[in-house]
């Protein structure tokens, strides 16, 4: 069966059991993503998708709040320090902050500080309304006065140390400008780049061959994170305080956000001068919609507003919950929109053949931003907005580089404006493409031949389990590749010959030399005799991994049968589906199904595919495969290896037995018949004896196999 991507099961009949797995696979899903955006400041979704995911588990989390763990994505701040910086214990954590994305949900936010305090009916506290800069926040400790340490959020408790770095912004005083300042103090805010000092970056970037940055975000912490502290002095960073972490003692009486916020202006900072106090959650929500108004005028990019108690004695009442502080609440905006002009939707091939499909827009400056191409997914997403060439389309964007079309204006559509078809073949080799059932995606099946896909093909074909030629690896084919020298998989095999007639030679490259030549021609010669199932597996079929490669090998015995089967598998296909015995012989290998099948056939019933393994079977030889010896003490038995072998490696253990016609797999089940014990084992191990396998230490294994 075709694996559907699975839609987040109903809250309602969502059982506990399922919850705690789900939580599980949301929590590695949002490290994942927190390391990318915090660590590696490179994003790899978009912050709505990201709200979306931690919404879920919220969501989750509500129901069965007993499932609530300190590690929950709910309970944490951002990530751990990246490696390569120093690392700075904060005197006082630095947290997230509460969202609230509606008028209600700030107006919640009011009501449970009131009740939090218990205020009499009339008391409505002060609030302090600041517009949520979009940057990365940073402590500042001062100890009479002067800076002696700067450090990034990390963790909420651990950051990592930008010293040298932060002495370099201006907005920074390296002293307070205060005539008594505290003993020590943590001053807080955050470090942020204007909208036109970031895309003057990128340009710079660009023009340096250097990739540009997402936006001004990640180029702000991107530029403060770097081990060169010269890079960092040339980059363009500002500064906002508005917060702070320890203070050995308060520079007023009866001190407020407000009054701090005054106190940090005169020791010499910049504060947001759009900050504003509000009396109630009237003004606290006018501000919102004021500022939001004007977000596309500001220097800088906001991505909410912040709203604080005012009265720090409140503040230390309410004290936090989790990763946020009870007394303050960040309203974000919703993504941002606009609206204009389909062009035409022009499809790209990914590396490993996938075909995306992307708007060509009328510009539009969405949020500062002006914004020419955007995703549109795949087909299925096409069709469900039904969308026609010059239709009048909302693009949305949020925090994010790849803006998408959220729907179109359907009264806008031009008279004679026709429905989007998705093609069917790749626009870059011309090879058709197919979409396996379940699938939104549509891939290109010119596998061996796609120039877009060239790359990731020839990498897979030398790799470890494939080709393995010594001295040839990714780097070294990336390297021939750009210099037209080896295109294809067959042009690895010609080299040595070309090389002979060529002018510019090997020997001349950087790094290589007379040995170093010839041990790779060597290498590649040493691989002109191969085995079938590496032969296969080299091909960068999809679906077509180590194991499912052996089973071909195993069944086909040799390339020539190989190769004829799959050609007359392909030849039975037809749009009822394909009724060829090859095929159905195909389909019966016991653990080839369908989806495996179709895709081998796929990739040979494309000519050039077939034609390109031809030009390869002409320079090398396959050797057929070992048959399994017939009924050896093991042959249709699953074995499981674990701990760590000294008589034999694991690979060399795996091939001794699946000669000897067993299957070996990775964990233990019932089906498991025996278990070869290293030392140190561990789970696996006592599984095995838990469900009764026969365990077998190495010794016993090899008196099985050679018995
Ligand atoms: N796309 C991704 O993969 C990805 C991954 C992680 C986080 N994110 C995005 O990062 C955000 C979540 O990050 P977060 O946990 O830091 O929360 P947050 O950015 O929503 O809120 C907390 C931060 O707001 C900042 N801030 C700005 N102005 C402030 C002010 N006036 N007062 C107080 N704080 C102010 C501070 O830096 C503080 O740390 C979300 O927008 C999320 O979408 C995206
Ligand atoms: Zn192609």
Not at 540 to 550: D, F, L, P, Q, T
């Amino acid at each position: 069966m075709a694996k559907k991507p699975t839609a987040p099961a109903d809250l309602d009949t969502l059982s506990k059991a399922k919850a705690k797995v789900e939580l599980k696979r949301l929590s590695l899903e949002i490290e994942r993503h927190n390391n990318a955006y915090y660590q590696d400041d490179a994003p790899k979704i978009s912050d709505a998708d990201y709200d979306a995911l931690r919404r879920r588990v919220e969501a989750i989390e509500a129901k069965f709040p007993d499932l609530v763990s300190a590690d929950s994505p709910t309970q944490t701040v951002g990530a751990a320090p990246a490696r390569g910086f120093a690392k700075v214990q904060h005197a006082v954590p630095m947290l997230s902050l509460g969202n609230a994305f509606s008028d209600d949900e700030v107006e919640e936010f009011l009501a449970r500080v009131r009740r939090f305090l218990k205020l009499d009916a009339d008391e409505i506290p002060a609030i302090v309304a600041e517009p949520k800069i979009d940057g990365l926040s940073l402590s500042l400790r001062y100890e009479h006065g002067e800076l002696v340490r700067a450090a990034t959020r990390g963790d909420g408790f651990v950051g990592e140390d930008v010293t040298a770095n932060v002495r370099t912004i201006k907005d920074i005083p390296n002293e307070l400008a205060v005539a008594k300042p505290p003993a020590a103090c943590e001053l807080r805010g955050e470090v942020y780049m204007l909208k036109s000092d970031f895309l003057a970056l990128n340009e710079k970037q660009e023009a340096a061959g250097e990739a540009p940055f997402a936006n001004p975000r990640n180029s702000a912490a991107g530029s403060l994170r770097q081990k060169d502290v010269a890079v960092t002095a040339s980059r363009p960073l500002k500064f906002f305080a508005y917060a702070w972490g320890e203070m050995s003692d308060y520079p007023m009486d009866q001190p407020t956000q407000s009054k701090m916020l005054d106190w940090l202006k005169r020791a010499g900072f910049t504060v947001n001068p759009r900050i504003t106090p509000c009396k109630n959650v009237d003004e606290a929500l006018a501000f919102y919609r004021k500022i939001g108004e004007e977000r596309a005028q500001l220097a800088y990019d906001i991505d909410g507003v912040v709203y604080k108690v005012d009265r720090l004695d409140y503040q230390e009442r309410l004290g936090f919950a989790g990763r946020a502080p009870r007394w303050a609440i960040a309203h974000k905006f919703a993504a941002e929109q606009a609206t204009t002009v389909l062009n035409g939707i022009e499809i790209q091939v990914g590396r490993t053949g996938a075909l995306t499909p992307v708007a060509r827009l009328a510009p539009v400056t969405v949020g500062g931003v002006v914004v020419q191409n955007a995703t549109l997914h795949n087909e299925d997403y096409i069709k469900s907005l039904d969308i026609h060439i010059g239709d009048t389309v909302i693009v949305q964007r949020a925090g994010d580089v790849i803006p998408q079309i959220v729907s179109v204006v359907i009264d806008k559509r031009p008279k004679h404006a026709e429905a989007y078809q998705f093609p069917h073949k790749c626009p870059v080799c011309h090879s058709h493409a197919t979409r396996e059932e379940g699938e939104v995606v549509w891939r290109c099946s010119g596998a061996l031949i796609c120039p877009a896909q060239a790359i990731e093909r020839l990498k897979h074909f030398v790799s470890r389990n494939a080709f393995d030629i010594e001295g040839l690896g990714e780097k070294q084919v990336q390297e021939f590749y750009d210099d037209g020298l080896i295109m294809h998989p067959v042009d690895i095999f010609t080299l040595q010959q070309r090389d002979a007639r060529s002018r510019t030679k090997i020997i001349d490259r950087e790094g290589y030399g007379e040995t170093s030549v010839r041990n790779l021609f060597a290498a590649i010669d040493a691989r002109r005799s191969i085995e079938l199932h590496r032969f296969i597996y080299a091909l960068g079929i999809r679906h077509i991994g180590e194991g499912n490669a052996k089973l071909l090998a195993r069944h086909y015995g040799t390339i020539a049968a190989f190769r004829d089967a799959m050609l007359a598998a392909a030849a039975g296909q037809s749009a009822e589906g394909n009724t060829s015995e090859a095929y159905q012989d195909l389909n019966d290998i016991g653990g080839i199904g369908d989806i495996v099948a179709d895709a081998v056939v796929e990739f040979f019933a494309e000519d050039r595919n077939v034609k390109a393994v031809d030009e390869l079977l002409r320079e090398i030889q396959v050797r057929p495969a070992e048959q399994p010896k017939q009924a050896t003490p093991i042959s249709g038995k699953t074995v499981v290896f674990t701990g760590s072998l000294t008589k034999f490696t694991r690979d060399e253990a795996k091939a001794a037995a699946e000669r000897l016609g067993a299957k070996v797999a990775g964990s233990v089940s019932k089906k498991t018949d025996y278990v070869v014990a290293g030392e140190d084992a561990g789970s696996k191990l006592t599984k095995a004896r838990d469900l009764g396998v026969a365990v077998l230490s190495e010794d016993e294994w090899l008196a099985l196999i050679e018995g």
